[in-house]
């Protein structure tokens, strides 16, 4: 193998596949990157994978020889990034061992306008295969859509293992719509968006033998991916810029995401994801409408004043006075206080809510001014964007002590 990058190309591609790359690998190869070079196509591929999430990127070089060679993963990053700018040579020819008895040591020789640097690497027979999907469903996902729910959806995902399905984003296609929602027991967040129409392998010109003549195609589906799937997603279609959709493959267990030249592969989650529907109140006796960074600024400010015993953001809505008070106070540290004016129709109201929670659904929701709907102080509050994009945050009121 031989062939010759610029190195912003390598870093780019290499520091996208190394967040697939688990931090102890239960097999020695999987602490490598895949590193084919294909000669035929002028193109060089990166292949990371943990057995549960895989990541695969490919670009454009000048490719001498093919070959393909697994190198360490950390190692190979750490070279590439420090590197300065220019081409970059990978070649193994360069490598070879002396003795010939020593087949299991592999190497290759990197060759930058600054040094030479050699890795010993693994066989790439031992990397393991990404999974494919021969006869799952193929559905087109713009990439704006996509942006736009992960956003609002990921957030309020639980970082707790134990609690499995929760961990993930519940992804609901229909053929005109695209729903997210995300919940971890004490909020949960809701995001619509347009979408395109599910297709099957024949309307994307992949015909298939075993598909039989007349097999409907499925308007709707719905499935739960891990957020840590996603969040590398994000970043995947960060990179994609020369496409406007990325393609969505699926069957029970598993998805893969194609978006460009980029690759992701996941397993999805199992078990049954709550009816999160339900929980969304259908009238509200009390409307709050405010500017969101007017909002999100003071209850910043005041939540300097907050600590992990006492995270509590206390609202005084006067209707009367068409205002909220905003108030934290913490024993041993002191308080804060702050008064802003605010659209209030209903009843006043006292309600409290936990600063973090708060502060993650006012910065996701992304418009100039925000609605709270709500009934009372110990039921379900809703804020959502006034105007652009379809989303419902809702969040548990905390109890307010005297």
């Known amino acids: 193998m031989k ?5 912003s190309e390598l870093n780019t591609n290499l520091s996208l596949v190394n967040r697939a790359v688990p931090s102890r690998p239960t097999h020695p190869v999987l602490g490598n990157v895949l590193l084919q070079a294909d000669a035929k196509n002028q193109r060089v591929s990166l292949t990371a994978f943990d057995l ?20 360490p993963a950390k190692l190979f990053n750490d070279i590439v990034s420090r590197l300065p700018e220019g081409d970059i040579t990978l070649d193994d020819s360069l490598s070879e061992t002396e003795s010939d008895a020593d087949t299991e040591s592999l190497s290759i020789t990197l060759t930058s306008t600054s040094g ?30 996509l942006i736009e729910g992960l956003g609002g959806s990921l957030f309020a995902t639980s970082a707790d293992e134990t609690k499995q399905v929760l961990t993930g984003v519940h992804l609901m296609v229909q053929e005109d719509s695209l729903e997210f929602a995300a919940t971890d ?3 949960l967040a809701v995001v619509e968006t347009l979408n395109a129409k599910p297709t099957s392998e ?8 075993e598909t039989q003549p007349g097999e409907e195609t499925p308007s709707s589906f719905e499935l739960t991916v891990p957020a840590r799937t996603l969040r590398e997603l994000e970043r995947m279609l960060g990179l994609s810029e020369s496409s406007d959709t990325v393609a969505l493959q699926f069957e029970v267990g598993q998805i893969i995401f194609q978006g460009g030249n980029h690759r992701l592969t996941s397993r999805t989650l199992e078990g049954q994801y709550p009816a999160y529907r339900q929980l969304i109140p259908g009238q509200f006796q009390r ?19 907050a600590d992990q015993k006492n995270n509590i953001v206390k609202f005084d809505i006067d ?46 929701l992304s418009t100039s001014d925000i609605q709270l709907q709500m009934n009372a102080a110990n039921t379900p509050v809703i804020l959502t964007p006034l105007g652009g994009l379809k989303m419902t945050y809702l969040i548990m009121p905390v109890q307010i002590r005297d």
């Open 319 to 364: 209707a009367q006075a068409q205002t909220i008070d905003l108030t934290v106070e913490t024993q041993d540290v002191g308080s804060a206080r702050e008064s802003l004016s605010a659209q209030v129709t209903g009843e006043s109201i006292e309600i409290a809510f936990n600063v973090k929670y708060l502060i993650d659904g006012l910065k996701a």
């Open 202 to 209: 024949e309307d994307e010109d992949q015909p298939s033998d």
């Open 287 to 305: 409307q709050v409408a405010i500017p969101r960074r007017q909002l999100l600024s003071a209850v910043e400010r005041i939540a300097v004043l």
């Open 185 to 187: 027991g004490h909020r």
């Open 3 to 7: 062939l010759t990058c610029t190195q």
């Open 52 to 71: 549960s999430l895989g990541l695969q990127t490919s670009f454009n070089a000048n490719v001498e020889a093919d070959g393909a060679i697994a190198i």
């Open 116 to 145: 030479q640097y050699k890795m010993r690497g693994m066989n790439s027979e031992d990397f393991p295969e990404l999974p494919q999907i021969e006869d799952g469903m193929v559905v087109k996902l713009p990439v704006e859509a």
